[in-house]
């Protein structure tokens, strides 16, 4: 959608933008439209508002329900339901439609004059009839009080058609010679037709004979420039009951009162173009005419110009939507013309929706005062301006304030007196900065405001892996559109746009930082502030550069110290542990035991859990023990298993030589107690339990033997 002002009234291009042809797939569609922004930023009023090369005339049914459209080649009709916003039927003629009206409030009956001297019915089902008249046709108009339809052309007779007997009638014989227009006025029924020679007549259709004969030449005599010649009436337009609106072919419009033959306004689009077409705004009283390069909006009384519209192809046909501000223009071009002018009125109710986008784009666009300066509460403070909150010098807008421009200029004039100055050698600064980069060999360097967003921002660019999908690859994306986009460049050169890594938002947003990352930032900074000072002091840096080798020296020497301090004080720590403890003797089951002023004092808290806490509390002897055991052999550490006496490594010699080893894992602590448990439980069921040799059978007297 493409916006213009002129004269301060905006006109929204709704047919602005690229169009895909039609012989393109779905598929292809779908891809096109991911792929171009432009495209899917295109506002499509109505789908398929177009003609496979010109378009000629576009009309709306009285109802406003559907939109009809006549167009080459192959010549054709096509209509448009709005409800649905897409096309409803399309019907190829016979010939090229030169005119075309509706005859009911709807789609269902039409009547299209044709230029091989026919004229064509149409209902809802399709074509419903044709007849020929005399001479080629150029305009046509209807009568719904007496069903008569009325046809002009090249010749001095008015064809009529009555439609409801089905026949024929006596034509209107003109003192024309070419008819080029006609119409009929919707409140006194009149017939008025214009042609050549600047004649207009009006006929009245009860007595059938004519009411009144009309000249525009005399009238139009006063607004020429040079030699006059007698133009023709291209359009008619009725307005206002008796008002009458006349437009010729040299590019003037007369407004006429119908009691008078003199005009009371002339109005000149001064192009020597035809008009053909003219359309009455009766929300703002003003005229909407057009000719083949322009469509104008003037005052009715006044003839002053509020705007225009111009496009690059000619225009063929203008219509404007009743009571609202959408134009269409049928031009020699395959897209129909949209244009909305808010001015004019609202948007129809088939698409509400252009209000809503003109309001979102008035919202989008702040007020700008010339004589007023935008200050926020802050810049009061450093004015010293903050008495004046809540009188008449400050209105409160937003997270500010409206001040007058004089009094800024003289508040900042008394608080910064010297801020001419600063910045008169800023700029200067620039300057001399810019003749040093052109007579230089340009080396890339990284930017001295926000250098750690620049630096995240090239790694995210530079990010060379072909495997990346999703969030990843859109954000290697939008960071080098970020950094090579002319529009961003002041983030990294105006110290204004500097990010505060040290406030509480960034803090929020950033709670934690690699600090491996921070350090590499930080290296970067110092060498290339090292070269920025090496590039502009020449030889007079030696000395500061010496001067930083030596603190770069002392702090690496200071590091040390401290180290080797830390390293000291950790060794003798560990030194006190391993004296706080030793190793048990021979016959106790302990592993190792606390000397006394351990165990009276934190033996209690101690819990051995890991082998960090053995090393710790097992003192120096167990840690060399055990980092001897990590440098043994196998074959070693099998030997002294063996000296041991376990029974943990079993050897056996095969037929062939050689030698199979099988190692059993101890079993563990629990293993054991669960063993022991099942002997003492079988050894105590052994006691209770009663020999079955004790048991004697018993004899029952009560049976005999």
């Known amino acids: 959608m493409q916006i213009s002002c002129p004269n301060d009234i905006k006109i929204y291009n709704l047919s602005h933008g690229k169009s895909l042809p039609e012989f393109l797939s779905d598929h292809k569609r779908r891809t096109l439209l991911k792929q171009d922004n432009g495209l899917r930023q295109r506002i499509e009023l109505i789908q398929d508002f177009t003609m496979p090369t010109v378009s000629n005339k576009v009309k709306s049914t009285p109802d406003g329900q559907y939109v009809f459209a006549t167009g080459t080649y192959k010549p054709r009709l096509k209509c448009y339901d709005v409800q649905q916003l897409s096309l409803k039927f399309?019907?190829?003629?016979?010939?090229q439609a030169v005119n075309f009206l509706s005859l009911s409030d709807d789609y269902t009956k039409l009547a299209l004059l044709l230029d091989d001297r026919s004229i064509e019915f149409h209902t809802q089902q399709g074509k419903h009839y044709k007849i020929r008249i005399p001479k080629f046709g150029r305009d046509l108009c209807y009568n719904s009080v007496n069903c008569d339809l009325m046809a002009v052309g090249a010749g001095s007779e008015v064809y009529r058609i009555n439609l409801e007997q089905g026949q024929f009638l006596k034509p209107y014989e003109t003192t024309m010679e070419e008819i080029n227009t006609c119409t009929v006025s919707p409140d006194h029924q009149l017939l008025t037709v214009g042609g050549s020679e600047g004649t207009?007549?009006?006929?009245?259709?009860r007595s059938r004979c004519r009411a009144g004969l009309l000249n525009v030449g005399p009238g139009l005599v006063p607004h020429v420039d040079g030699p006059f010649k007698m133009p023709a009436v291209t359009v008619v337009k009725y307005h206002k009951g008796i008002e009458m609106a006349v437009g010729t072919s040299t590019g003037q419009i007369l407004m006429y009162d119908m009691r008078t033959d003199k005009p009371y306004m002339v109005k000149d689009h001064r192009y020597d173009l035809p008009i053909h077409s003219i359309f009455y705004n009766a929300e703002n009283d003003v005229m909407v005419s057009s000719d083949s390069r322009i469509v104008k909006l003037w005052d009715v009384q006044t003839g002053t110009t509020k705007t225009a519209i111009e496009?690059?192809?000619?225009?063929?046909?203008?219509?404007?939507?009743?009571?609202?501000?959408?134009?269409?223009?049928?031009n020699e071009s395959p897209k129909i013309f949209s244009y909305f002018i808010p001015w004019l009125g609202r948007a129809p109710r088939w698409c509400y929706i252009l209000d809503r986008l003109v309001e979102g784009q008035e919202e989008q666009q702040p007020e700008i005062y010339d004589d007023?300066?935008?200050?926020?509460?802050?810049?009061?403070e450093t004015l010293g301006l903050m008495d004046l909150v809540g009188t008449n010098m400050l209105r409160a807008y937003m997270h500010g304030y409206f001040m007058?421009?004089?009094?800024?200029?003289?508040?900042?004039?008394v608080a910064k007196p010297f801020a001419y100055e600063e910045y008169r050698k800023k700029k200067l600064a620039e300057k001399v900065a810019q003749k040093r980069e052109e007579n230089r060999v340009k080396i890339k360097r990284a930017p001295k405001v926000n250098r750690n967003l620049a630096q995240k921002l090239t790694d995210l660019a530079n990010n060379d892996d072909d495997n990346l999908k999703g969030k990843k690859?859109?954000?290697?994306?939008?960071?080098?559109d970020l950094l090579n986009d002319p529009r961003f460049s002041a983030m990294f050169e105006n110290p204004e746009y500097q990010i505060d890594e040290q406030s509480e938002q960034f803090r929020l947003l950033n709670p934690v930082l690699s600090q491996k990352t921070s350090n590499k930032r930080m290296a970067e900074m110092s060498s290339d502030?090292?070269?920025?000072?090496?590039?502009?002091?020449?030889?007079?840096?030696?000395?500061?550069?010496?001067?930083?080798?030596?603190?770069?020296?002392?702090?690496?020497?200071?590091?040390?110290?401290?180290?080797?301090?830390?390293?000291?004080?950790a060794r003798e720590q560990r030194q006190r542990e391993d004296d706080a403890t030793e190793l048990g003797g021979g016959g106790s089951s302990k592993m190792f035991k606390l000397r006394d002023n351990v165990a009276n004092g934190a033996a209690g808290k101690v819990n051995f859990t890991t082998l960090a806490d053995l090393e710790k509390y097992g003192g120096k002897n167990a840690r060399m023990e055990r980092k001897r055991l990590e440098k043994v052999s196998l074959g070693d550490r099998i030997k002294e298993e063996e000296k041991k006496g376990g029974d943990m490594i079993a050897k056996s010699s095969t037929v062939s030589g050689g030698k199979e080893s099988t190692f059993y894992l101890k079993k563990s602590e629990k293993v054991f107690k669960k063993e022991e448990e099942n002997k003492k439980h079988i050894a105590e069921r052994r006691k209770v339990r009663r020999p079955a040799d004790k048991l004697v059978k018993k004899h029952n007297p009560f049976f005999k033997r």
């Open 311 to 330: 496009t690059e192809t000619d225009i063929n046909s203008m219509h404007l939507v009743d009571d609202t501000g959408l134009i269409f223009l049928a």
């Open 473 to 480: 690859k859109k954000a290697k994306h939008g960071a080098n």
């Open 529 to 569: 502030e090292e070269e920025d000072g090496r590039s502009d002091h020449g030889d007079d840096s030696s000395s500061d550069s010496s001067d930083d080798e030596q603190g770069r020296k002392w702090v690496q020497e200071s590091k040390k110290m401290n180290k080797s301090k830390s390293a000291s004080a």
């Open 200 to 205: 207009v007549e009006c006929w009245d259709p």
């Open 90 to 95: 399309e019907r190829y003629l016979d010939a």
């Open 372 to 380: 007023y300066k935008f200050v926020t509460q802050k810049e009061l």
């Open 404 to 413: 007058d421009i004089r009094l800024y200029q003289k508040a900042v004039a």
